[in-house]
């Protein structure tokens, strides 16, 4: 386990094993001087990792007093498994759920309020893990989530059908001809998009054909069932996102059966909002996520009186039903 100390963060990380077997990178970021206000769950996009790319998000929200937690994904970052790839999404939605829930479940944690960040594939993984347990998460912030993939990003219907056939055969094989520079068009900054062709844990080839199916067959089926969204969310899209389409963000908040919706678009800002901008912009976005998430903490845990409600009522229940003892 590597340990790091900054002035008002403390650095953590370790690896887990999940229940195929395979070594899972996770981390996590505390504050130092006070107890956590809440936890923060995050969930990378694709062919990235936590430790690094979203270590500047990560320290952003410590400071701000709350305990973050990342993992990266089977294939991805420092994890075990092939390179970027995605055999079967449901899997990175459980072992994300099993660490997650695991943290929750800590003696000093059981009355925090949980949230999920998610950022693009991210943004996916957090409404899936919703979609698990829809009564266990507090609320998300979803950066550009991929509720649908850019029409210009996507293959024709003969190409998805043609891949959706030739990877059962050759799963890992890449789809050179689908391959775009996405770290060109997704950080604005270039010194962001040179951080990122030089971490090493960030994939920058081609994606394997599996992946590029699972990824369609997932962004698809949220697209179609945004109206199952309950919870709070707070969805963030750049208006000149040329990554993840900001129409279906648009959608999530219009269909979404949430009480409790924010949607913030920001015009000429790109794919990457929480780390590829202009420090300036980066500092707009940032101060309306910790607002959201600190107006909704400041309110109280809904969820807690919720769960205290049903014990209550069970146990009402199970005195009802017991007989009286002579």
Known sequence: MANEIEEYVKYDEQFITNCRGMRLFTCQWTPIKEEPKALIFICHGYAMECSITMKSTAIRLAEAGFAVYGIDYEGHGKSSGCTAFVDNFDHIVHDCSNHFTSICEREEYRRKMRYLLGESMGGAVALLLHRMKPEFWD???????????????????????????????????????????????????????????ENQYCYKG??????????????????????????????????????????????????????DKTLKLYPGMWHGLLYGEPLENTDVVFKDIIGWLEERTAL?????????????????????????TI
């Open 139 to 197: 609320g998300a912030v979803l950066s550009a989530p991929m509720c649908k993939i850019a029409d210009d990003m996507k293959p024709p219907l003969p190409a998805i059908l043609l891949m959706k056939a030739v990877c059962k055969v050759v799963p890992t094989w890449k789809a050179v001809v689908m391959h775009q520079d996405i770290v060109k068009i997704a950080f604005k900054e270039e010194k962001i998009r040179h951080q990122v062709r």
């Open 206 to 259: 081609a994606p394997r054909l599996k992946t590029c199916y699972e990824l369609l067959r997932v962004s698809s089926n949220l697209e179609e069932s945004l109206q199952d969204v309950t919870f709070p969310f707070l969805v963030l899209h750049g208006g000149e996102d040329r990554v993840t389409d900001k129409q279906a963000s648009q959608k999530l908040y219009d269909v979404a059966s949430s009480s």
């Open 300 to 324: 109280g845990n809904s969820r807690l009186e919720e769960e205290q409600k049903l014990r209550n009522d069970e146990s009402l229940k199970q005195e009802e039903t017991t007989p009286p």
